[in-house]
């Protein structure tokens, strides 16, 4: 899920992505990456919800490096993903062992409704060893579509939630992807359920959430004849606290036999400042409690 963040964080975890340039029964993906990339992300990412002159802004920075080699991707696709989905296996093609780095930034501005940060716009850059990037993005993020079926003053409302999000980028070549497509455009709705909170200054925190996104892409990858490589994904996630799993899959449209191209990821982050938090909250918890009873 390509979405802004939409509230102050700092999140550590692991990514992995993987593409595989033939499928279980041998089916080529018509591409000039002719060999298997098993991205292994470690990233460290920073969301800013700012205040004071700069209210209504947000900024953005990650970096990821990653240990490119074909596992741990390789098992998880094969021996997790194919046999739950009763697939055959994907064979690996020469696959690619290096170190590749990536730095994300971005900036965004927020405009509130119902004194909730919902309306975001803008824009942000990806360079590194894989490829680069610079993109434009608009959108809705989280807007309660349903009334609240439940309340709690500490924990927040539970409800269902929808976003959407239109990008389009900017794109060259890296080390890793020689030959990309110069322009691509995304489209991204979500639809979530989740129980949430609301900062004073209109920033949405999930306390747990399960979101569903599907996304139209024109593509990153091209052919020899320099056609682009449009893709139909989806991509599940959930998240309890600072918590949060998410994996994706391009076998939209083909539930049952596709899985190839930029086949498929899943992403394990934990929001470290979240956590910081919540250690915070129990050292005063006694110290209150003492205070309460003397």
């Not at 021996?79 to 009763?86: D, E, P, Y």
């Not at 994300?104 to 590194?128: E, H, M, N, Q, Y």
């Not at 996630?237 to 600072?242: E, F, I, L, N, R």
């Not at 190839?260 to 929001?271: C, I, K, Q, R």
Request: aromatic share 10%; glycine share 10%.
């Amino acid at each position: 899920m390509a979405f802004p963040d939409q509230y102050t964080m700092v999140t550590s975890g692991l990514t992995l992505n993987r593409f595989t340039p033939v499928d279980g029964v041998g089916n080529k993906y018509d591409s000039t990456v002719g060999n298997t990339l098993g991205f292994n992300l470690m990233t460290l990412s920073w969301t800013q919800h700012w205040t004071g002159m700069l209210e209504g802004w947000s900024t953005n920075l990650t970096a990821g490096v990653s240990p490119t080699s074909d596992e741990p991707s390789q098992y998880f696709q094969n021996k997790v993903v194919h046999q739950l989905r009763q697939l055959p296996s994907v064979p690996t093609v020469a696959p690619r062992k290096e170190t590749d780095v990536t730095i994300d930034g971005s900036i965004t501005r927020w405009i509130s409704l119902c004194d909730r940060k919902v309306l975001f716009a803008g824009g942000g850059f990806s360079v590194g060893t894989i490829y680069q990037q610079g993109f434009l993005r608009g959108g809705i993020r989280r807007l309660q579509i349903t009334p609240s079926v439940w309340h709690s003053e500490k924990w927040g409302d539970i409800n269902v939630r929808a976003s959407a999000m239109g990008r389009i980028s900017y794109q060259s070549n890296g080390a890793a992807l020689h030959s990309v497509r110069s322009t691509a455009a995304l489209v991204q709705p979500a639809i979530a359920i989740g129980q949430y909170r609301t900062t004073a200054t209109g920033e949405t925190i999930p306390t747990w959430e399960i979101e569903l996104a599907l996304m139209w892409d024109s593509g990153i990858f091209v052919n020899t004849m320099g056609q682009s490589q449009k893709q139909f994904a989806w991509s599940l996630a959930a998240s309890a606290g600072p918590v949060r799993f998410e994996t994706w899959n391009d076998s939209m449209g083909h539930l049952s036999e596709r899985d190839y191209g930029p086949s498929y990821g899943a992403a394990l982050t934990v929001d470290v400042l979240r956590v910081w938090n919540i250690i915070q909250e129990f050292r005063v918890m006694p110290t209150t409690d003492q205070s309460a009873s003397s």
